[in-house]
């Protein structure tokens, strides 16, 4: 695992989209200085910067992570598809996701 305290997101990407820091505590794994948010208007479903092993994402990507049926899941996302990205597109995405 690589320590870094570069971010992915910057503060005006959070603002536009919504974005929540997550006080949640799911997963230990999570990279020491990544940060987790919570995606505005779906439940359980978080921003991360790193994924679910503690590695940190690569330069303009984040992690999607959600509850599916055998636990935290999630996949890769570029911040730009999260920026145009509606809710309708991110639940779609959950959705087709859940089975793990």
């Known amino acids: 695992m690589v320590l870094t305290n570069d ?10 989209i919504g974005l929540k820091p997550c006080d949640k ?3 230990d794994q999570v990279a020491p200085h990544a940060r987790v ?18 590695n ?8 999607l992570a959600f509850f599916g049926t055998h636990g935290l899941i999630g996949r890769n996302l570029s911040i730009e598809k999260l920026k145009r ?10 959705e087709r996701n859940k089975e793990g």
């Open 56 to 63: 940190p994402m690569p330069k303009k990507y984040v992690f």
């Open 7 to 16: 971010f992915n997101i910057d503060h005006k990407t959070i603002r536009k």
């Open 37 to 54: 948010f919570k995606y505005p208007f779906l439940e359980n479903v978080f921003i991360m910067e790193s994924d679910l092993y503690g």
């Open 25 to 27: 505590a799911f997963n």
């Open 85 to 94: 990205a509606t809710v309708q597109y991110i639940r779609k995405i959950v």
